[in-house]
């Protein structure tokens, strides 16, 4: 049974950094490319990022270019969000997701989901 | 990006009642459509993907159809544990976008 669990999220003031980390079982994971979608409270849901399978190809959103880093240690099945910079509109629960297949794109798609874990950036 | 627009935003029905959910694209998606299910403080899950095909475990009277940039998620009978929002969300393109969702609540 496929299995995600996050961890990591808090409160943090504007301008601070946090780190996410998705701990992942169930399945192999070194040969499925893993996402973070967000979800900013009464909202929708909006990806963030995406990782290959191998950890060599990284994909993000334009809301977080530059400021997110996504990256994965497939020795300990755990994804993980380096978020810097953070601001009030990037409060919300951050889901990490598994992908069906080896890379993010077209033919790609999210089948598994975490329970979350909420972000809130607030002073 | 592509733009994803799902109809109606709520709705109120009872148990039995058939449902349909319409979701368009802002251009042609070649089918690249998923279906998901959030119930309130629970993680998203996935009930259809290349638009008309049903994940494994999910029940048969959630089904879906569309081409081009027009898809629709139907709930043959709708049962209590239904009451969920709905999002669709393509994967044609990237980055991946998803509906604004879709409340089913109870009449």
Redesign the interface.
């Known amino acids: 049974e496929v299995h995600l669990l996050e961890s990591g999220g808090g409160l943090v003031q504007p301008g601070g950094s946090l780190r996410l980390s998705c701990a992942a079982s169930g399945f192999t994971f070194s040969t499925y490319a893993m996402s973070w979608v967000r979800q900013a409270p009464g909202k929708?849901?909006?990806?963030v990022s995406a990782i290959s399978g191998g950890g060599g190809s990284t994909?993000y959103?334009?809301s977080v270019k530059g400021r997110f880093t996504i990256s994965r240690d497939n020795s300990k099945n755990t994804l993980y969000l380096r978020m810097n910079s953070l601001r009030a509109e990037d409060t919300a629960v951050y889901?990490c997701a598994k992908v069906?297949g080896y890379y993010?794109?077209?033919?790609?798609?999210?089948?598994?989901?975490?329970?979350?874990t909420l972000v809130t950036v607030s002073s | 990006d592509i733009q994803m627009t799902q109809s109606p935003s709520s709705l109120s029905a009872s148990v039995g009642d058939r449902v349909t959910i319409t979701c368009r694209a802002s251009q042609g998606i070649s089918n690249?459509l998923?279906w998901?299910q959030q119930k309130p403080g629970?993680?998203?899950?996935?009930l259809l993907?290349a638009a008309s095909r049903l994940?494994s475990g999910v029940p048969s009277r959630f089904s879906g159809s569309g081409s081009g940039t027009d898809y629709t998620l139907t709930t043959s009978s709708l049962q209590p544990e239904d009451f969920a929002t709905y999002?669709c969300?393509q994967?044609?393109?990237?980055?991946?976008?998803?509906?604004?969702?879709t409340k089913v609540e109870i009449k």
Do not use: I
């Open positions: 929708g849901l909006e990806w994909y959103a334009g889901y069906r993010y794109g077209s033919g790609s798609f999210l089948d598994y989901w975490g329970q979350g | 690249s998923a998901y629970k993680a998203p899950k996935l993907y994940e999002y969300q994967y044609y393109g990237t980055p991946w976008t998803f509906g604004q969702g």
